[in-house]
Protein backbone atom coordinates (compact mmCIF):
# COMPACT_ATOMS: atom_id res chain seq x y z
CA UNK A 1 0.00 0.00 0.00
CA UNK A 2 1.09 3.52 -0.59
CA UNK A 3 1.81 5.76 2.10
CA UNK A 4 0.31 8.68 1.41
CA UNK A 5 1.81 12.58 2.58
CA UNK A 6 -0.07 15.65 2.23
CA UNK A 7 2.04 19.44 1.48
CA UNK A 8 0.60 22.22 -0.40
CA UNK A 9 1.63 24.45 -3.47
CA UNK A 10 0.07 27.81 -4.21
CA UNK A 11 -2.38 27.25 -4.34
CA UNK A 12 -3.69 24.03 -3.62
CA UNK A 13 -3.05 21.31 -1.16
CA UNK A 14 -0.58 18.00 -3.06
CA UNK A 15 -0.17 14.52 -1.82
CA UNK A 16 3.21 13.05 -2.01
CA UNK A 17 3.31 8.77 -2.67
CA UNK A 18 5.41 6.62 -1.96
CA UNK A 19 5.80 3.37 -4.15
CA UNK A 20 3.76 4.61 -6.20
CA UNK A 21 3.86 3.64 -10.09
CA UNK A 22 3.29 6.28 -13.08
CA UNK A 23 2.06 5.45 -16.63
CA UNK A 24 3.51 8.80 -18.64
CA UNK A 25 3.38 9.98 -22.32
CA UNK A 26 6.84 10.15 -23.66
CA UNK A 27 7.62 13.90 -25.13
CA UNK A 28 10.87 15.31 -25.33
CA UNK A 29 9.87 19.25 -25.85
CA UNK A 30 7.00 21.47 -24.86
CA UNK A 31 4.95 21.92 -27.79
CA UNK A 32 3.38 25.07 -28.52
CA UNK A 33 -0.74 24.77 -28.43
CA UNK A 34 -2.65 27.40 -30.54
CA UNK A 35 -5.73 29.12 -28.76
CA UNK A 36 -8.84 31.12 -30.00
CA UNK A 37 -8.93 35.17 -28.50
CA UNK A 38 -12.21 34.49 -29.45
CA UNK A 39 -13.56 32.31 -26.73
CA UNK A 40 -16.60 33.07 -25.22
CA UNK A 41 -17.10 34.16 -21.64
CA UNK A 42 -18.02 31.39 -19.72
CA UNK A 43 -20.93 32.01 -17.54
CA UNK A 44 -19.40 29.31 -14.51
CA UNK A 45 -15.82 29.60 -13.66
CA UNK A 46 -14.28 26.92 -11.02
CA UNK A 47 -10.58 27.10 -9.69
CA UNK A 48 -8.84 25.72 -6.43
CA UNK A 49 -9.04 21.89 -7.03
CA UNK A 50 -8.14 19.86 -3.76
CA UNK A 51 -8.32 15.66 -3.72
CA UNK A 52 -10.02 13.72 -0.67
CA UNK A 53 -7.37 11.10 0.92
CA UNK A 54 -9.28 8.73 -0.83
CA UNK A 55 -8.79 10.24 -4.31
CA UNK A 56 -12.61 9.90 -4.88
CA UNK A 57 -14.00 13.35 -4.65
CA UNK A 58 -12.58 16.74 -5.41
CA UNK A 59 -13.25 20.11 -3.26
CA UNK A 60 -13.14 23.16 -5.34
CA UNK A 61 -14.63 26.73 -5.84
CA UNK A 62 -17.55 27.71 -8.00
CA UNK A 63 -18.80 31.30 -8.89
CA UNK A 64 -21.37 31.65 -11.06
CA UNK A 65 -21.94 34.85 -13.02
CA UNK A 66 -22.81 37.47 -11.18
CA UNK A 67 -23.27 35.52 -8.27
CA UNK A 68 -20.98 34.68 -5.23
CA UNK A 69 -18.46 31.95 -4.73
CA UNK A 70 -19.42 28.63 -3.21
CA UNK A 71 -17.50 25.95 -1.70
CA UNK A 72 -18.24 22.50 -3.37
CA UNK A 73 -17.25 18.45 -3.35
CA UNK A 74 -17.89 16.61 -6.61
CA UNK A 75 -17.80 12.54 -6.56
CA UNK A 76 -15.34 11.79 -9.44
CA UNK A 77 -17.07 8.71 -10.14
CA UNK A 78 -21.03 9.46 -10.00
CA UNK A 79 -20.59 13.43 -10.85
CA UNK A 80 -22.81 14.19 -8.02
CA UNK A 81 -22.32 17.45 -6.51
CA UNK A 82 -22.80 18.73 -3.23
CA UNK A 83 -22.82 22.19 -2.89
CA UNK A 84 -22.01 23.76 0.76
CA UNK A 85 -24.81 26.14 2.52
CA UNK A 86 -25.16 29.71 1.82
CA UNK A 87 -23.24 30.52 5.00
CA UNK A 88 -20.25 28.84 3.25
CA UNK A 89 -20.99 31.66 0.40
CA UNK A 90 -20.22 34.64 2.99
CA UNK A 91 -18.84 32.74 6.15
CA UNK A 92 -19.15 35.48 8.61
CA UNK A 93 -20.39 38.51 6.96
CA UNK A 94 -23.44 40.41 5.99
CA UNK A 95 -25.76 39.45 3.29
CA UNK A 96 -24.36 41.35 -0.13
CA UNK A 97 -20.82 41.91 0.65
CA UNK A 98 -18.16 40.64 -1.68
CA UNK A 99 -16.37 37.70 -0.21
CA UNK A 100 -13.65 35.33 -1.96
CA UNK A 101 -13.27 31.42 -0.82
CA UNK A 102 -10.27 29.62 -2.08
CA UNK A 103 -7.33 27.29 -0.83
CA UNK A 104 -9.59 24.55 0.32
CA UNK A 105 -7.50 20.92 2.04
CA UNK A 106 -9.17 18.05 3.25
CA UNK A 107 -7.99 16.83 6.53
CA UNK A 108 -6.09 13.30 6.54
CA UNK A 109 -8.93 11.10 7.45
CA UNK A 110 -11.29 13.38 4.91
CA UNK A 111 -13.97 14.06 7.79
CA UNK A 112 -13.16 17.58 7.75
CA UNK A 113 -12.18 20.58 5.29
CA UNK A 114 -10.51 24.16 5.96
CA UNK A 115 -10.87 26.96 4.02
CA UNK A 116 -9.72 30.36 3.80
CA UNK A 117 -12.51 33.28 3.29
CA UNK A 118 -11.67 37.32 2.35
CA UNK A 119 -13.67 39.84 2.29
CA UNK A 120 -12.68 42.97 0.38
CA UNK A 121 -15.63 44.82 2.47
CA UNK A 122 -14.09 43.88 5.95
CA UNK A 123 -10.50 44.11 4.63
CA UNK A 124 -10.22 40.87 6.21
CA UNK A 125 -9.22 37.52 5.95
CA UNK A 126 -10.16 34.03 7.94
CA UNK A 127 -9.85 29.98 8.30
CA UNK A 128 -12.93 27.91 8.46
CA UNK A 129 -12.87 24.52 9.36
CA UNK A 130 -16.08 22.45 8.68
CA UNK A 131 -18.01 18.96 7.90
CA UNK A 132 -17.88 17.29 4.72
CA UNK A 133 -21.57 17.74 5.33
CA UNK A 134 -21.70 21.79 6.09
CA UNK A 135 -22.26 21.09 9.41
CA UNK A 136 -20.59 22.14 12.75
CA UNK A 137 -18.68 25.27 11.13
CA UNK A 138 -16.13 26.64 12.94
CA UNK A 139 -14.02 29.80 13.11
CA UNK A 140 -10.41 29.50 13.61
CA UNK A 141 -8.58 33.05 13.10
CA UNK A 142 -9.69 36.20 14.08
CA UNK A 143 -10.08 39.28 11.75
CA UNK A 144 -6.60 41.06 12.73
CA UNK A 145 -4.58 39.31 10.50
CA UNK A 146 -4.26 37.81 6.71
CA UNK A 147 -4.23 33.60 6.97
CA UNK A 148 -3.54 31.88 3.59
CA UNK A 149 -2.84 28.97 2.04
CA UNK A 150 -3.91 26.42 4.92
CA UNK A 151 -3.07 22.87 5.01
CA UNK A 152 -2.85 20.06 7.69
CA UNK A 153 -0.41 18.19 9.34
CA UNK A 154 0.17 14.32 8.43
CA UNK A 155 -1.51 13.22 11.86
CA UNK A 156 -4.18 15.49 11.29
CA UNK A 157 -3.62 17.58 14.60
CA UNK A 158 -2.65 20.89 13.67
CA UNK A 159 -2.83 23.23 10.51
CA UNK A 160 -0.17 25.56 9.27
CA UNK A 161 -0.63 28.95 7.64
CA UNK A 162 0.44 32.06 6.03
CA UNK A 163 0.53 34.88 8.52
CA UNK A 164 0.19 38.50 7.17
CA UNK A 165 2.08 36.80 4.06
CA UNK A 166 5.02 36.69 5.93
CA UNK A 167 5.58 34.15 8.70
CA UNK A 168 4.07 30.98 9.58
CA UNK A 169 1.59 30.16 11.90
CA UNK A 170 0.77 26.87 13.39
CA UNK A 171 -2.76 26.30 15.16
CA UNK A 172 -4.65 23.06 16.73
CA UNK A 173 -8.23 22.23 15.27
CA UNK A 174 -9.56 24.96 18.43
CA UNK A 175 -8.02 27.39 16.67
CA UNK A 176 -5.35 27.75 19.91
CA UNK A 177 -1.66 28.97 18.45
CA UNK A 178 1.38 26.60 18.79
CA UNK A 179 3.84 28.21 17.15
CA UNK A 180 4.71 31.04 14.71
CA UNK A 181 7.90 31.72 13.04
CA UNK A 182 10.51 32.78 12.39
CA UNK A 183 11.11 35.41 14.84
CA UNK A 184 13.85 37.37 12.95
CA UNK A 185 11.73 40.77 11.88
CA UNK A 186 13.83 41.13 8.97
CA UNK A 187 12.87 37.53 7.44
CA UNK A 188 9.75 36.74 5.08
CA UNK A 189 8.04 33.59 4.24
CA UNK A 190 8.47 32.97 0.70
CA UNK A 191 4.95 31.71 -0.61
CA UNK A 192 4.58 28.28 0.15
CA UNK A 193 5.59 25.54 3.07
CA UNK A 194 4.52 21.52 3.57
CA UNK A 195 5.21 19.37 6.41
CA UNK A 196 8.15 16.61 5.97
CA UNK A 197 6.27 13.57 5.86
CA UNK A 198 6.59 12.68 9.87
CA UNK A 199 4.90 16.02 10.52
CA UNK A 200 7.52 17.03 12.89
CA UNK A 201 8.95 19.68 10.76
CA UNK A 202 7.89 22.42 8.38
CA UNK A 203 9.44 23.20 5.06
CA UNK A 204 9.56 26.74 4.09
CA UNK A 205 11.50 29.29 2.48
CA UNK A 206 12.88 32.55 3.95
CA UNK A 207 14.33 35.55 2.78
CA UNK A 208 16.26 38.36 4.58
CA UNK A 209 15.51 41.68 4.01
CA UNK A 210 18.78 42.92 5.00
CA UNK A 211 21.30 40.42 3.24
CA UNK A 212 18.86 39.65 0.43
CA UNK A 213 19.61 35.83 1.29
CA UNK A 214 17.05 33.26 0.50
CA UNK A 215 17.44 30.29 2.55
CA UNK A 216 15.70 26.48 2.93
CA UNK A 217 14.92 25.86 6.41
CA UNK A 218 13.46 22.73 8.19
CA UNK A 219 11.56 24.31 11.44
CA UNK A 220 10.50 22.13 14.56
CA UNK A 221 7.64 23.87 15.45
CA UNK A 222 6.99 22.17 18.59
CA UNK A 223 9.87 23.31 20.28
CA UNK A 224 10.80 25.83 17.98
CA UNK A 225 14.20 25.19 16.67
CA UNK A 226 14.98 25.15 13.17
CA UNK A 227 17.60 23.63 10.22
CA UNK A 228 19.12 25.32 7.31
CA UNK A 229 19.08 23.46 4.60
CA UNK A 230 20.38 25.54 2.23
CA UNK A 231 21.22 28.83 0.63
CA UNK A 232 19.81 29.69 -2.40
CA UNK A 233 20.97 33.01 -3.68
CA UNK A 234 22.48 36.36 -2.58
CA UNK A 235 21.43 40.07 -3.31
CA UNK A 236 17.73 37.85 -5.06
CA UNK A 237 14.73 39.43 -6.04
CA UNK A 238 12.72 38.92 -2.48
CA UNK A 239 9.51 38.39 -3.70
CA UNK A 240 9.85 35.32 -6.29
CA UNK A 241 8.44 32.30 -5.75
CA UNK A 242 10.67 29.38 -4.68
CA UNK A 243 8.53 26.34 -4.66
CA UNK A 244 10.56 23.41 -2.61
CA UNK A 245 9.26 20.35 -1.59
CA UNK A 246 10.85 17.34 0.89
CA UNK A 247 11.28 13.57 -0.94
CA UNK A 248 8.77 10.87 0.71
CA UNK A 249 12.19 9.62 2.63
CA UNK A 250 12.99 12.91 4.43
CA UNK A 251 16.37 12.66 3.03
CA UNK A 252 16.36 15.06 -0.29
CA UNK A 253 14.81 18.18 -0.74
CA UNK A 254 13.76 19.97 -4.68
CA UNK A 255 13.35 23.48 -5.44
CA UNK A 256 13.38 25.61 -7.76
CA UNK A 257 15.59 29.07 -8.71
CA UNK A 258 16.55 31.59 -11.43
CA UNK A 259 19.52 30.21 -13.36
CA UNK A 260 19.11 32.75 -16.82
CA UNK A 261 21.37 34.93 -17.15
CA UNK A 262 22.51 37.74 -14.68
CA UNK A 263 21.57 41.50 -15.04
CA UNK A 264 24.96 43.41 -15.91
CA UNK A 265 24.03 46.21 -13.92
CA UNK A 266 22.92 44.68 -10.66
CA UNK A 267 24.00 41.26 -11.20
CA UNK A 268 20.73 39.88 -10.54
CA UNK A 269 18.80 36.70 -12.24
CA UNK A 270 16.27 37.08 -15.42
CA UNK A 271 13.42 35.82 -13.16
CA UNK A 272 11.40 34.75 -16.58
CA UNK A 273 14.26 31.59 -16.38
CA UNK A 274 14.03 28.95 -13.16
CA UNK A 275 15.16 25.51 -13.18
CA UNK A 276 14.16 22.68 -10.33
CA UNK A 277 17.14 21.49 -8.29
CA UNK A 278 17.68 18.67 -5.63
CA UNK A 279 19.59 19.14 -2.57
CA UNK A 280 20.96 16.15 -0.34
CA UNK A 281 19.69 16.71 3.10
CA UNK A 282 22.71 14.57 3.85
CA UNK A 283 25.64 15.35 2.68
CA UNK A 284 24.52 18.91 1.11
CA UNK A 285 25.00 17.79 -2.63
CA UNK A 286 23.47 19.73 -5.16
CA UNK A 287 22.28 18.65 -8.44
CA UNK A 288 20.82 21.02 -11.06
CA UNK A 289 17.70 18.92 -12.88
CA UNK A 290 16.61 20.75 -15.57
CA UNK A 291 18.32 23.45 -18.27
CA UNK A 292 15.69 24.33 -20.74
CA UNK A 293 15.31 28.07 -20.75
CA UNK A 294 11.73 27.96 -19.29
CA UNK A 295 10.13 29.36 -16.10
CA UNK A 296 10.31 25.41 -14.39
CA UNK A 297 8.45 25.54 -11.06
CA UNK A 298 6.45 22.96 -8.40
CA UNK A 299 8.60 20.00 -8.16
CA UNK A 300 6.91 17.46 -6.75
CA UNK A 301 8.06 13.68 -5.34
CA UNK A 302 6.35 10.94 -6.16
CA UNK A 303 7.54 7.28 -6.14
CA UNK A 304 7.87 6.98 -9.95
CA UNK A 305 9.73 10.59 -10.43
CA UNK A 306 9.60 14.25 -9.88
CA UNK A 307 6.37 16.06 -11.32
CA UNK A 308 6.78 20.09 -11.80
CA UNK A 309 5.69 22.37 -14.35
CA UNK A 310 7.64 23.97 -16.69
CA UNK A 311 6.14 27.68 -18.99
CA UNK A 312 7.54 29.30 -21.79
CA UNK A 313 7.08 33.55 -21.07
CA UNK A 314 7.65 36.38 -23.62
CA UNK A 315 9.14 39.32 -23.19
CA UNK A 316 6.49 40.88 -20.90
CA UNK A 317 6.66 37.64 -18.68
CA UNK A 318 3.66 36.76 -19.54
CA UNK A 319 2.81 33.30 -20.02
CA UNK A 320 2.44 31.97 -23.54
CA UNK A 321 2.34 28.10 -22.76
CA UNK A 322 2.46 25.85 -19.86
CA UNK A 323 2.85 22.21 -19.09
CA UNK A 324 3.17 19.67 -16.74
CA UNK A 325 6.12 17.11 -16.83
CA UNK A 326 7.56 14.34 -15.21
CA UNK A 327 11.38 13.37 -14.75
CA UNK A 328 13.16 10.70 -13.10
CA UNK A 329 14.98 11.97 -9.92
CA UNK A 330 18.24 12.54 -11.24
CA UNK A 331 16.32 15.05 -14.11
CA UNK A 332 16.78 12.04 -16.95
CA UNK A 333 14.00 10.52 -19.19
CA UNK A 334 11.53 14.00 -18.81
CA UNK A 335 7.88 12.84 -20.65
CA UNK A 336 4.59 14.87 -20.82
CA UNK A 337 1.81 14.79 -18.72
CA UNK A 338 -0.73 17.69 -19.68
CA UNK A 339 -0.06 20.85 -21.09
CA UNK A 340 -2.70 24.55 -21.51
CA UNK A 341 -2.20 28.06 -21.58
CA UNK A 342 -1.55 29.37 -17.85
CA UNK A 343 -1.04 25.80 -15.46
CA UNK A 344 -0.16 27.51 -12.04
CA UNK A 345 -0.23 25.01 -10.27
CA UNK A 346 -1.50 20.86 -10.17
CA UNK A 347 -2.94 18.82 -7.57
CA UNK A 348 -2.15 14.48 -7.76
CA UNK A 349 -4.36 12.06 -6.64
CA UNK A 350 -3.50 9.97 -3.80
CA UNK A 351 -3.52 6.41 -5.75
CA UNK A 352 -1.31 8.91 -8.20
CA UNK A 353 -3.67 7.50 -11.04
CA UNK A 354 -4.44 11.22 -12.09
CA UNK A 355 -4.06 14.70 -11.46
CA UNK A 356 -6.10 18.02 -11.85
CA UNK A 357 -4.96 21.43 -12.35
CA UNK A 358 -6.25 25.12 -12.69
CA UNK A 359 -5.49 26.79 -16.14
CA UNK A 360 -6.20 30.22 -17.35
CA UNK A 361 -7.84 30.66 -20.23
CA UNK A 362 -7.01 33.41 -22.83
CA UNK A 363 -10.74 34.83 -21.44
CA UNK A 364 -9.47 35.19 -18.30
CA UNK A 365 -11.40 32.42 -16.85
CA UNK A 366 -10.59 29.77 -14.64
CA UNK A 367 -11.69 25.65 -15.50
CA UNK A 368 -10.18 22.96 -13.71
CA UNK A 369 -8.62 19.97 -15.66
CA UNK A 370 -8.40 16.80 -14.73
CA UNK A 371 -6.00 14.29 -16.63
CA UNK A 372 -4.67 10.68 -16.38
CA UNK A 373 -1.37 10.11 -15.45
CA UNK A 374 -0.56 8.52 -18.92
CA UNK A 375 -1.81 11.73 -20.41
CA UNK A 376 -5.14 10.89 -21.38
CA UNK A 377 -8.20 11.43 -20.74
CA UNK A 378 -8.31 15.31 -20.21
CA UNK A 379 -11.86 16.43 -18.78
CA UNK A 380 -12.88 19.97 -18.10
CA UNK A 381 -14.69 19.70 -14.37
CA UNK A 382 -18.20 21.08 -15.45
CA UNK A 383 -17.82 18.38 -18.12
CA UNK A 384 -17.24 15.55 -16.04
CA UNK A 385 -20.10 17.04 -13.76
CA UNK A 386 -22.60 17.63 -16.47
CA UNK A 387 -22.04 14.22 -18.31
CA UNK A 388 -22.83 11.92 -15.15
CA UNK A 389 -26.91 11.09 -14.89
CA UNK A 390 -29.08 13.15 -12.32
CA UNK A 391 -26.20 15.43 -11.06
CA UNK A 392 -27.52 17.10 -7.93
CA UNK A 393 -26.60 20.88 -8.13
CA UNK A 394 -28.57 22.28 -5.27
CA UNK A 395 -28.27 21.36 -0.97
CA UNK A 396 -32.11 21.46 -0.92
CA UNK A 397 -31.89 18.12 -2.59
CA UNK A 398 -30.45 16.72 0.42
CA UNK A 399 -29.58 13.76 -1.54
CA UNK A 400 -25.77 13.79 -2.06
CA UNK A 401 -24.05 10.57 -2.53
CA UNK A 402 -21.35 11.74 -0.99
CA UNK A 403 -23.46 12.31 2.58
CA UNK A 404 -26.52 9.67 2.21
CA UNK A 405 -25.02 8.39 5.63
CA UNK A 406 -28.46 8.44 7.70
CA UNK A 407 -26.67 8.85 10.92
CA UNK A 408 -25.23 12.10 10.14
CA UNK A 409 -26.54 15.98 10.10
CA UNK A 410 -28.16 16.98 7.57
CA UNK A 411 -25.97 20.29 6.35
CA UNK A 412 -29.59 22.44 7.15
CA UNK A 413 -29.08 20.66 10.58
CA UNK A 414 -29.45 24.05 13.73
CA UNK A 415 -26.78 23.20 16.17
CA UNK A 416 -24.20 24.57 18.95
CA UNK A 417 -22.57 26.27 16.15
CA UNK A 418 -25.42 28.57 15.46
CA UNK A 419 -24.89 29.93 19.28
CA UNK A 420 -24.08 33.28 19.55
CA UNK A 421 -22.25 33.96 23.27
CA UNK A 422 -21.43 37.20 24.48
CA UNK A 423 -20.24 39.01 27.69
CA UNK A 424 -21.42 42.69 27.25
CA UNK A 425 -24.13 43.07 29.34
CA UNK A 426 -26.93 44.29 27.60
CA UNK A 427 -25.52 44.28 23.88
CA UNK A 428 -28.47 42.76 22.60
CA UNK A 429 -30.69 45.33 23.33
CA UNK A 430 -27.45 48.21 22.27
CA UNK A 431 -27.81 46.67 19.17
CA UNK A 432 -31.41 46.56 18.58
CA UNK A 433 -32.21 50.11 19.50
CA UNK A 434 -29.31 51.23 16.99
CA UNK A 435 -30.70 49.06 14.24
CA UNK A 436 -34.57 50.39 15.03
CA UNK A 437 -32.70 54.38 14.57
CA UNK A 438 -30.92 53.74 11.91
CA UNK A 439 -32.30 51.00 9.35
CA UNK A 440 -35.95 50.97 10.49
CA UNK A 441 -37.78 48.57 11.38
CA UNK A 442 -41.73 47.95 10.66
CA UNK A 443 -44.06 46.06 12.43
CA UNK A 444 -41.50 45.33 15.84
CA UNK A 445 -44.25 43.36 17.93
CA UNK A 446 -45.35 45.20 21.02
CA UNK A 447 -47.31 42.99 22.80
CA UNK A 448 -45.47 40.67 25.37
CA UNK A 449 -48.03 37.77 24.27
CA UNK A 450 -46.29 37.50 20.69
CA UNK A 451 -43.19 35.44 20.68
CA UNK A 452 -41.10 37.42 18.28
CA UNK A 453 -40.66 34.87 15.67
CA UNK A 454 -43.10 35.32 13.24
CA UNK A 455 -42.10 36.04 9.68
CA UNK A 456 -43.47 38.91 9.43
CA UNK A 457 -40.29 41.23 11.41
CA UNK A 458 -37.72 43.44 10.11
CA UNK A 459 -36.94 45.27 6.98
CA UNK A 460 -34.36 44.38 5.25
CA UNK A 461 -32.08 47.52 6.09
CA UNK A 462 -32.86 46.13 9.62
CA UNK A 463 -31.73 42.83 9.29
CA UNK A 464 -28.15 43.57 7.58
CA UNK A 465 -28.08 46.52 10.64
CA UNK A 466 -28.40 43.34 12.89
CA UNK A 467 -26.39 40.90 10.99
CA UNK A 468 -23.51 43.36 10.80
CA UNK A 469 -23.36 44.48 14.67
CA UNK A 470 -23.31 41.06 15.42
CA UNK A 471 -20.36 40.34 13.54
CA UNK A 472 -18.47 42.67 15.02
CA UNK A 473 -19.52 41.10 17.69
CA UNK A 474 -17.72 37.81 17.43
CA UNK A 475 -21.09 36.11 15.60
CA UNK A 476 -20.38 32.63 14.00
CA UNK A 477 -22.00 32.43 10.48
CA UNK A 478 -24.68 30.21 11.40
CA UNK A 479 -25.42 32.38 14.16
CA UNK A 480 -25.14 35.48 11.64
CA UNK A 481 -27.39 32.85 9.35
CA UNK A 482 -30.26 31.92 11.96
CA UNK A 483 -30.78 35.98 12.96
CA UNK A 484 -31.38 36.38 9.73
CA UNK A 485 -33.87 33.78 9.05
CA UNK A 486 -35.40 35.14 12.25
CA UNK A 487 -35.84 38.42 10.64
CA UNK A 488 -33.19 39.96 12.88
CA UNK A 489 -35.60 39.63 15.73
CA UNK A 490 -34.04 36.85 18.11
CA UNK A 491 -30.76 34.90 18.18
CA UNK A 492 -30.15 31.12 19.46
CA UNK A 493 -29.10 31.38 22.86
CA UNK A 494 -29.09 27.84 24.02
CA UNK A 495 -28.77 24.40 21.83
CA UNK A 496 -29.11 21.08 23.46
CA UNK A 497 -29.46 17.42 21.39
CA UNK A 498 -32.13 15.47 22.47
CA UNK A 499 -32.10 12.83 19.29
CA UNK A 500 -34.15 13.37 15.83
CA UNK A 501 -35.74 16.09 17.29
CA UNK A 502 -33.62 18.44 19.09
CA UNK A 503 -34.56 21.38 21.94
CA UNK A 504 -32.85 25.43 21.66
CA UNK A 505 -33.75 28.76 22.80
CA UNK A 506 -34.19 32.64 21.57
CA UNK A 507 -34.01 35.34 22.98
CA UNK A 508 -35.61 38.42 21.74
CA UNK A 509 -35.71 41.75 22.75
CA UNK A 510 -38.96 42.96 24.20
CA UNK A 511 -40.90 46.10 25.30
CA UNK A 512 -40.12 46.31 28.81
CA UNK A 513 -38.02 43.03 28.51
CA UNK A 514 -35.54 42.91 26.81
CA UNK A 515 -34.28 39.66 27.34
CA UNK A 516 -37.37 37.18 26.50
CA UNK A 517 -36.44 33.90 25.83
CA UNK A 518 -38.28 31.43 24.26
CA UNK A 519 -38.09 27.54 23.80
CA UNK A 520 -37.96 25.97 20.15
CA UNK A 521 -37.92 22.48 18.89
CA UNK A 522 -35.35 22.46 15.99
CA UNK A 523 -34.33 19.80 12.99
CA UNK A 524 -37.78 18.02 12.58
CA UNK A 525 -40.32 18.49 10.38
CA UNK A 526 -41.05 21.76 9.81
CA UNK A 527 -37.46 22.29 11.05
CA UNK A 528 -38.21 25.27 13.65
CA UNK A 529 -41.20 24.45 15.66
CA UNK A 530 -42.51 27.56 17.60
CA UNK A 531 -44.20 26.42 21.07
CA UNK A 532 -46.59 29.29 21.29
CA UNK A 533 -47.99 29.27 17.48
CA UNK A 534 -49.55 25.68 19.07
CA UNK A 535 -49.98 26.30 22.80
CA UNK A 536 -52.22 29.59 22.17
CA UNK A 537 -55.05 27.29 20.22
CA UNK A 538 -55.30 24.62 22.96
CA UNK A 539 -58.55 24.68 25.05
CA UNK A 540 -57.92 24.53 28.89
CA UNK A 541 -61.71 24.52 29.85
CA UNK A 542 -61.39 20.59 28.84
CA UNK A 543 -59.06 19.86 31.65
CA UNK A 544 -61.15 18.89 34.94
CA UNK A 545 -59.44 20.88 37.44
CA UNK A 546 -60.04 23.86 34.82
CA UNK A 547 -63.34 24.81 36.61
CA UNK A 548 -61.95 24.99 39.98
CA UNK A 549 -59.27 27.81 38.96
CA UNK A 550 -61.83 29.65 37.24
CA UNK A 551 -63.71 30.23 39.84
CA UNK A 552 -61.01 31.19 41.81
CA UNK A 553 -59.10 33.31 39.07
CA UNK A 554 -62.18 34.72 36.97
CA UNK A 555 -59.95 36.43 33.94
CA UNK A 556 -57.25 32.96 34.32
CA UNK A 557 -55.23 33.15 31.01
CA UNK A 558 -52.12 31.10 29.50
CA UNK A 559 -49.51 33.53 29.02
CA UNK A 560 -46.31 32.54 26.35
CA UNK A 561 -43.67 32.41 29.70
CA UNK A 562 -42.86 28.43 29.78
CA UNK A 563 -40.05 25.95 30.95
CA UNK A 564 -38.90 22.71 29.74
CA UNK A 565 -39.96 19.80 32.07
CA UNK A 566 -38.73 16.46 30.09
CA UNK A 567 -38.80 14.76 26.58
CA UNK A 568 -40.24 11.01 26.84
CA UNK A 569 -39.82 8.77 24.31
CA UNK A 570 -42.90 7.25 22.23
CA UNK A 571 -43.18 4.00 22.03
CA UNK A 572 -43.70 4.15 18.55
CA UNK A 573 -40.06 5.75 18.54
CA UNK A 574 -41.42 9.38 18.62
CA UNK A 575 -40.29 11.85 20.75
CA UNK A 576 -42.92 14.18 23.56
CA UNK A 577 -41.39 17.20 24.60
CA UNK A 578 -43.58 18.79 28.07
CA UNK A 579 -43.84 22.67 28.43
CA UNK A 580 -44.63 24.27 31.41
CA UNK A 581 -46.74 27.06 30.19
CA UNK A 582 -47.83 30.21 33.20
CA UNK A 583 -51.96 30.52 34.02
CA UNK A 584 -52.05 34.31 35.29
CA UNK A 585 -55.42 35.76 36.53
CA UNK A 586 -55.92 38.37 33.61
CA UNK A 587 -52.60 40.74 32.69
CA UNK A 588 -49.24 40.25 33.12
CA UNK A 589 -48.31 41.39 36.65
CA UNK A 590 -51.66 39.88 37.98
CA UNK A 591 -51.36 36.99 40.38
CA UNK A 592 -50.50 33.41 38.97
CA UNK A 593 -52.84 31.15 38.59
CA UNK A 594 -51.50 27.82 37.96
CA UNK A 595 -49.90 26.37 34.69
CA UNK A 596 -50.50 24.17 31.90
CA UNK A 597 -48.43 21.29 31.06
CA UNK A 598 -48.59 20.86 27.51
CA UNK A 599 -46.91 18.30 25.40
CA UNK A 600 -45.08 18.47 21.49
CA UNK A 601 -45.22 15.39 20.22
CA UNK A 602 -43.27 13.97 17.09
CA UNK A 603 -42.69 10.72 15.15
CA UNK A 604 -39.66 8.56 14.49
CA UNK A 605 -38.72 10.48 11.48
CA UNK A 606 -39.30 13.81 13.10
CA UNK A 607 -42.37 15.07 11.80
CA UNK A 608 -44.22 17.05 14.07
CA UNK A 609 -47.95 15.69 15.05
CA UNK A 610 -49.14 18.54 17.06
CA UNK A 611 -49.36 19.90 20.68
CA UNK A 612 -52.02 18.66 23.58
CA UNK A 613 -52.42 19.63 27.20
CA UNK A 614 -51.03 16.99 29.43
CA UNK A 615 -52.96 18.60 32.36
CA UNK A 616 -53.41 21.85 34.43
CA UNK A 617 -51.73 22.09 38.13
CA UNK A 618 -52.57 24.24 41.31
CA UNK A 619 -50.20 27.39 41.53
CA UNK A 620 -47.63 26.78 43.85
CA UNK A 621 -47.72 26.37 47.56
CA UNK A 622 -52.19 25.50 47.09
Known amino acids: MNKVHVRCVLPFCVLFLSGASLTVLPSNSLTRTQYSRQRPQRQNTYHSPAFSPDGKKVAFIERKAQEDQRLCIADLDTGNIFRFPEVFTEPAYSRGLSVSLDRPAFSPDGRTIVFEAYSSDFGCSLLYLANLDGTHLRRLTACDSYPSRPIFSPDGKYIAFNYNSNKIKVIDL ?121 FDNQPIFTGAGILFTSSRLDSSANYEESAIYIMNKDGSHRRLIAQGKQINSFIVSPKADRIAFEDILPSGDADVFIVNLDGTGRTALRDLLSSQSSPLTSTQQGQSAIHQSADRPKPTDLGPNHVWSFKEDGLWEKIHEKCRRNGGFGAWRSSAKKTGVRE ?85 ARDALYSSLRSRFPNITM ?28 CRACEIAGSAEIAFDFDKEGRFLGAKLVGLKEPSGR
Open 174 to 294: EGRAISMFPSDVQESVQTEFTFSPDGRHILYLSSHAVTGIINVYLENFRNKTRTKVAELQHEFHSGAFQHASISPDGKTIAFTMPMGPRNPQNQRYNLSRYEVLLTSLVDTRRIRLTSDNN
Open 456 to 540: KGAQAPFVQCIASQMHRSGASPQALAFTRKMKGESYMGQFREMGKVDLATIVAPVINDPNVVDFILVNGTPQIVYLWENAEKIDL
Open 559 to 586: WPMHSFVEMQRLVEGGQRFIFSFILLNG
